[in-house]
């Protein structure tokens, strides 16, 4: 399996004008391993790219992905996914754009 935490420990929301990174650590029955994979932003069917400018890829490195959003009300509700897929299994976060307040 996958398990994917974020930098502040909320998995399910970035706020406005926030700046997350968040770390996958592949697991073989429990036990972390090294097994490199990619990060993939989704929009919330899960299927097609997140292109919007809302959101920013600051930096991947290995299982490492950081992420900017801007402050830009209009996206505030908006939902996307976060995936990450290694050789031997996947795992993604619905997550939610908040508003600072």
């Keep these: 399996t996958v398990d994917i935490i974020s930098s502040n420990g909320v998995e399910n929301a970035i ?6 990174t968040f770390t996958a650590t592949s697991l073989l029955n429990g036990s972390p391993y090294v097994n490199v994979g ?3 932003l989704l929009k919330d069917d899960g299927l097609t790219p997140y292109t919007d400018t809302n959101l920013t890829v600051v930096s ?6 950081t992420i900017k959003c801007q402050n830009q009300n209009s996206f505030t509700g ?6 990450y897929v290694d ?3 996947q795992d ?4 939610q754009i908040k508003s600072v307040f």
Excluded: C, D, M, P
């Excluded at 706020?15 to 997350?20: A, E, Y």
């Excluded at 908006?78 to 995936?83: A, G, Q, S, T």
């Excluded at 993604?92 to 997550?95: A, D, M, T």
């Design 38 to 40: 990619s990060w993939s």
């Design 15 to 20: 706020k406005l004008g926030q700046t997350l």
């Design 60 to 65: 991947t490195v290995g299982n490492v992905i």
């Design 78 to 83: 908006v939902y996307f996914k976060l995936r």
């Design 87 to 89: 050789s031997n299994a």
């Design 92 to 95: 993604e976060l619905r997550i």
